[in-house]
């Protein structure tokens, strides 16, 4: 009991120390009795030198109102007191009394009885958190008051909508507007490391490794290989860098440019996510369409049927715009499970052709270490197929134990490039020269297994679509929207909104018409303009400008955000040539 009893004094105290220092000094809420057994002596007797007494609190401008926070360090000091001291009685004193309770005499008086119904009301209870709790908890909490952003702590803000502002007052509108969310609430992370393995091990795994067969072809066997390590290693440093940014200023890729570099920055880290994920989904339109086609033909028992590339791609439609409607990216999970089965179920069948048909029948003879003619498209599509730098920092947000994330990543990148480069290299040692861009499209078509998995990882890509667009629109809609309007409370900004999503899907269709000549000129063209910057030159510009601080550290940043430059230029240049000659 008595342990209990020495708690609850210490919690007084610290609780009053907490009060204490966002209060104004010489005020307090004791009984002052030093004026009345004082009151006859001289003004000689007084000390100059001692301090000053203590006024009464209710001195102060509101002084009723604030009354029970000086309380909070008068019952602490009280606690404080020996017990020979004749201090006042707790319970006679009308300072100290229960807040409930007013003596019959002053009941008596106009308006007594309401005022003692109005404080048996606003009685303490565990049932209803004291105010004094709270307030305790809320400075001690945020801290010194001119020390620190006092920024609304609570889920949703006051604001008026704008049909309330535009409205006339009334006596009957609301003084408060009503509340707008301004940002969501931090979920703790809770995935364990299992999980995230394999979450990152799909972030990478995508349309971009079917076109790694056709960039062998264009680079050769072995300075492909050379290529997709240097790339997997850069790409790794890369995402180092950008997890010790995080780590020094928080938030996600944008607000760390943000934090760093300022809006503008932010504005263009958001810009090329935009460019980069358009990019994706035009190819992979392209890459489905033509992947139809030779299933198209493969299956029919006449005639090549009519329809080509070019009508498949707008045929997608049909299925792109009433999945680009959904707000929810959630709600597009099952699709996206479907699609990773597909495509898992694509990749097994081709490690297992590949290395049943080499093992009968030896490398192709037309197979090249080096191809001098068109290796640079091989640069391009192999940072198209390591770009995903988009989903580095939510999968370490979502651990339970983010620090583990860092090796997992490097475990992962080493398995991944492992998978892309036996699958560029399998495929390129089976076909040679032959090698396709739509790479199933390789195998023999009169096997039903082919045509089937010919067909799955179309309808794998094809639902998997959205799910690439939905960062873009999201970036798009609060950049034209703004980040509170939502179609909730407004069908016209609801339609708006749909009107825009339906019309970018429209435009992603007219890139992948205009792309759809050369998949993987345009693939490489993507990987060297749109994902470079996100994975080499911004990185780096943001470790160097707010994380670095050795001069070595420092040029080494520079040195990235050069190759990655120089990488940019001479790739989209030299693609862009290439494609207009041909």
């Not at 086609?293 to 493969?298: E, G, V």
């Not at 299925?319 to 597909?342: K, Y």
């Not at 990987?527 to 996100?534: E, H, K, Q, R």
């Amino acid at each position: 009991m008595t342990e209990s009893i020495s708690s609850q004094q210490k919690r007084q105290r610290a609780d009053a120390d907490v009060v204490s220092r966002h209060l104004p000094s010489g005020y307090t809420a004791e009984p002052i009795a030093s004026n009345t057994a004082s009151g006859d002596a001289s003004p000689s007797t007084v000390d100059p030198t001692s301090p000053p007494e203590p006024q009464d609190s209710l001195r102060l401008q509101g002084g009723d109102i604030h009354r029970e926070i000086f309380k909070i360090g008068a019952r602490a000091k009280l606690g404080q007191r020996s017990a020979t001291f004749a201090g006042p009685n707790i319970r006679s004193s009308s300072t100290f009394r229960p807040y409930d309770h007013i003596p019959a005499s002053e009941q008596r008086a106009p308006g007594g009885f309401r005022r003692q119904f109005v404080q048996q009301q606003r009685r303490y209870d565990p049932a209803t958190a004291p105010v004094t709790r709270n307030f305790v908890s809320f400075l001690a909490l945020y801290g010194s008051f001119a020390g620190e952003d006092l920024g609304e702590s609570e889920e949703e803000s006051v604001a008026p909508s704008e049909d309330e502002e535009d409205a006339q007052p009334t006596e009957t509108r609301p003084l408060l507007g009503r509340r707008k969310s301004t940002r969501r609430p931090i979920k703790p992370g809770n995935a364990g490391v299992t999980k995230s393995f394999f979450t990152l091990l799909k972030a990478f795994i995508g349309t971009g490794i079917m076109f790694l067969p056709k960039a062998f072809r264009n680079g050769g066997i072995l300075f492909s290989s050379i290529t997709l390590i240097t790339v997997s290693l850069l790409s790794s440093l890369s995402f180092h860098l950008l997890l010790k940014c995080r780590r020094r200023h928080g938030g996600g890729y944008g607000e760390i440019g943000s934090a760093i570099g300022g809006p503008r920055l932010r504005t263009l880290i958001l810009g090329s996510i935009t460019l980069s994920q358009i990019g994706f989904v035009c190819s992979g339109m392209i890459f489905i369409a033509e992947n139809l086609r030779s299933f198209l033909n493969a299956v029919s028992p006449g005639p090549t049927m009519a329809l080509d590339t070019k009508a498949l791609i707008a045929l997608q439609l049909v299925v792109l715009i009433p999945l680009a409607l959904i707000r929810d990216i959630s709600r597009l999970g099952p699709a996206a499970l479907l699609a990773d089965i597909f495509i898992f179920i694509g990749l097994f069948y081709i490690w297992y052709f590949d290395i049943s048909t080499l093992a009968t029948s030896g490398l192709h003879p037309t197979v090249q270490l080096f191809n001098p003619n068109a290796f640079t498209l091989t640069i391009g599509s192999a940072i198209f197929t390591f770009e995903g730098i988009g989903l580095i920092l939510p999968i370490q947000s979502s651990m339970a134990e983010p620090s583990k994330f860092p090796r997992l990543l490097y475990i992962v990148m080493v398995i991944i490039t492992v998978i892309f480069t036996s699958i560029g290299a399998l495929c390129y040692a089976t076909f040679g020269d032959k090698t396709r861009v739509e790479i199933i499209s390789n195998y023999p078509q009169t096997s039903k297994l082919v045509n089937s998995v010919q067909f799955l990882y179309s309808i794998a890509v094809l639902v998997g679509t959205p799910v690439q667009l939905f960062p873009a629109i999201r970036i798009m809609e609060t950049r034209l929207f703004g980040d509170r309007t939502s179609g909730k409370r407004s069908s016209a900004t609801k339609w708006k909104k749909n009107a825009f999503r339906t019309s970018i899907t429209i435009l992603c269709v007219l890139i992948s018409i205009l792309g759809a000549s050369d998949l993987d000129k345009f693939v490489a063209l993507i990987g060297a303009f749109a994902c470079v910057p996100l994975v080499y030159i911004y990185p780096a510009f943001l470790h160097f400008k707010g994380v670095a601080r050795s001069p070595w550290v420092k040029a080494g940043d520079v040195v990235l955000c050069v190759i990655g430059l120089g990488a940019m230029v001479y790739s989209t240049s030299v693609t862009v040539m290439t494609w207009v000659r041909n």
